[in-house]
């Protein structure tokens, strides 16, 4: 089955430790995205990719970090610097002109 | 102004209804309209995507761009239960291949 794969499913961070959340994908797309998703609130970017080895920024970067060292794999780490962490994090790739496919979400809560 | 808005609602309608769902745009160089539909807790699912102005139809589903006004909308048909999620529009354009969300819709499609 083709589709984009996210784990873990449920996170709990403490205070100052760094997670990394997963996200694979077997489309063949090149471009993938990073979003989070607070109560209310609508999808906003963290970081983007559109090929190996290369991303950049979106909206909120601040207190991310991301690698793409694989077309299939976009990992996102959240580090300490990010002060308000708790949310649900969703990744997503691009087929086409515009069209995004997101995985499951992963749900991050700070303890 | 923010560059798009949708009403969060709650919406809730009867089993049976014809639904409406509403966006407007502020950009003009957008070109690509999408609605997704997210079921609580789950990533959001791709439904419509248009290019033009004009309706777009698959099932019960109708998607309506007017982008000399620049408000788009989604009306869904005999709504069912099975409808009861949050709807997001989603626009996209130029060369930067990022999407802009709105908030999202609250419906709920009563028995």
């Known amino acids: 089955d083709g589709g984009i794969t996210q784990s873990p499913k449920y996170l709990f961070r403490k205070e100052g430790q760094n997670v990394t959340l997963s996200c694979e994908q077997n489309?063949?797309?090149?471009?993938m995205y990073w979003y989070r998703q607070d109560p209310g609130q609508g999808l906003r970017l963290i970081y983007y990719?559109?090929?190996?080895?290369?991303?950049q920024k979106g909206d909120i970067a601040e207190g991310y970090s991301v690698s793409r060292e694989k077309k299939e794999s976009f990992p996102l780490t959240v580090t300490s610097a990010q002060k308000n962490p708790t949310a649900f994090y969703l990744c997503?790739?691009?087929?086409?002109?515009?069209?995004?496919?997101f995985g499951p979400g992963t749900r991050l809560t700070v303890l | 102004q923010k560059e798009v808005e949708q009403d969060p609602g709650p919406l809730s309608v009867p089993e049976g209804a014809i639904v409406s769902l509403n966006c407007t745009y502020s950009?003009?160089?957008?070109?690509?309209f999408m609605w997704y539909r997210q079921y609580s807790r789950k990533g959001p699912e791709l439904l419509m995507y248009?290019?033009?102005?004009g309706n777009k139809e698959d099932g019960r589903f109708t998607a309506q761009v007017d982008k000399s006004s620049k408000y788009i909308s989604l009306f869904i048909r005999d709504s069912q239960p099975s409808d009861s999620a949050t709807y997001l529009c989603?626009?996209?354009?130029?060369?930067?291949?990022?999407?802009?969300f709105g908030k999202g819709t609250l419906l709920t499609v009563n028995p």
């Open positions: 950009n003009s160089a957008f070109q690509y």
């Open positions: 997503a790739s691009k087929a086409g002109w515009n069209e995004q496919f």
């Open positions: 489309l063949n797309h090149d471009a």
């Open positions: 989603a626009i996209g354009g130029g060369s930067n291949y990022k999407l802009t």
């Open positions: 248009t290019y033009s102005s």
């Open positions: 990719s559109q090929i190996v080895n290369d991303f």
